[in-house]
T-cell receptor
Framework: EVQLVESGGGLVKPGGSLRLSCTAS????????MNWVRQAPGKGLEWVSS????????FYADSVKGRFTISRDNAKSSLYLQMNSLTADDTAVYYC???????????????WGQGTLITVSS | EIVMTQSPATLSVSPGERATLSCRAS??????LAWYQQKPGQAPRLLIF???TRATGIPARFSGSGSGTEFTLTISSLQSEDFAVYYC??????????FGQGTKVEIK
């Protein structure tokens, strides 16, 4: 069974940092591009960041560029998101999501984790 | 950045009726349009990609159509489990991948 499990969420003060992890199982993690998508409370979906299967590309949304860093460890089947200089606007559930196509990114997300909540508040 | 606009924001439908959801792109996305379903407290689920191709395991009552800038998701006969929020997403011009704001399908 294909599974993604996020961890690392919690309460953090404005200006603080947090590192999210996403552990994959049930598929060849190293073959797939991976993504982070977030959802603020009561709001819609916002793409945050993407990383190619062999880190061939890395992209960020303008809203997080320069503050967030995406990375992966294919040996550990894990995806990470280092988040710095957090603000209240970063409060959201963060999902890791797999691209639908191995090797060549399709741009659709066919498998999602359950999400981890980040709350930025003093 | 391509802006995706969904309408209506909320759709009230009785079980067994047809639901028609719309999604408009600010510029052409060809057929690179996906639909997702999200139920409360759950992660989104991919329903449709390529504007009209159902993802694995998606029932035939879900259908997608359109190309360019205008797209439609139709649920032919609403079941109780279909009441949820639906998002469209373009993947023609990226980054960024962009989503619509969602349409909530609620019980009438």
């Amino acid at each position: 069974e294909v599974q993604l499990v996020e961890s690392g969420g919690g309460l953090v003060k404005p200006g603080g940092s947090l590192r999210l992890s996403c552990t994959a199982s049930g598929f060849t993690f190293s073959s797939y591009s991976m993504n982070w998508v977030r959802q603020a409370p009561g709001k819609g979906l916002e793409w945050v960041s993407s990383i190619g299967s062999s880190t061939s590309y890395i992209f960020y949304a303008d809203s997080v560029k320069g503050r967030f860093t995406i990375s992966r460890d294919n040996a550990k089947s894990s995806l990470y998101l280092q988040m710095n200089s957090l603000t209240a606007d970063d409060t959201a559930v963060y999902y890791c999501a797999r691209d639908s196509s191995a090797w060549s990114p399709a741009g659709t997300f066919d498998c999602w984790g359950q999400g981890t909540l980040i709350t930025v508040s003093s | 950045e391509i802006v995706m606009t969904q309408s209506p924001a909320t759709l009230s439908v009785s079980p067994g009726e047809r639901a028609t959801l719309s999604c408009r792109a600010s510029q052409s996305v060809s057929s690179n349009l996906a639909w997702y379903q999200q139920k409360p407290g759950q992660a989104p689920r991919l329903l449709i990609f390529g504007a009209s191709t159902r993802a694995t395991g998606i029932p035939a009552r879900f259908s997608g159509s359109g190309s360019g800038t205008e797209f439609t998701l139709t649920i032919s006969s609403l079941q109780s489990e279909d009441f949820a929020v639906y998002y469209c997403q373009q993947y023609n011009n990226w980054p960024p991948w962009t989503f619509g704001q969602g349409t909530k399908v609620e019980i009438k």
